[in-house]
Nanobody
C-alpha cells in the first residue's frame, strides 16, 4: 500500500490550496483518514481527521478555514485549505488506517510542503 500526496506549494496569506492523497495497492477497506503537519522545530500535529462514517475533527487553529473530505471509491482524502496564514506553513502528511493482515495498519504519505508567505 502506498499513499501519494499532492497539492502543496507556495501561496500568499489569505490564499487557498487543496491537498490530495490517494492510496494504491492491495486495499480492502480504509477506516480513518487524516492530515497531519510538521513545522520546522515543532512536533507533528493532527490537523484534521475523517472517519469512515464521515464524522470529522479539526485542530482548533484551522476550524472554519480547512475542510477535510474523502472519496471512498477512489481511496482518496482531500484537505481544502482557505484563508491560509503564515503559521500554516509546514510539511503536510496524509495518513490512512488500512485493513490488512486482520488488523488496521496505519500508512503515511511522503509529505507535501505548504508555504504561506505574509
Amino acid at each position: 500500500v502506498q499513499l501519494q500526496a499532492s497539492g502543496g506549494g507556495l501561496v500568499q496569506a489569505g490564499g487557498s490550496l487543496r491537498l490530495s492523497c490517494a492510496a494504491s495497492g492491495s486495499i480492502f477497506r480504509i477506516n480513518g483518514m487524516g492530515w497531519y503537519r510538521q513545522a520546522p522545530g515543532k512536533q507533528r500535529e493532527s490537523v484534521a481527521v475523517i472517519r469512515s462514517g464521515g464524522s470529522t475533527n479539526y485542530v482548533d487553529s484551522v476550524k472554519g478555514r480547512f475542510t477535510i473530505s474523502r472519496d471512498n471509491a477512489k481511496n482518496t482524502v482531500y484537505l481544502q485549505m482557505n484563508s491560509l496564514k503564515p503559521e500554516d506553513t509546514a510539511v503536510y502528511y496524509c495518513n490512512m488506517d488500512v485493513w490488512r493482515f486482520g488488523t488496521w495498519v496505519p500508512y503515511w504519505g511522503q509529505g507535501t510542503q505548504v508555504t504561506v508567505s505574509s
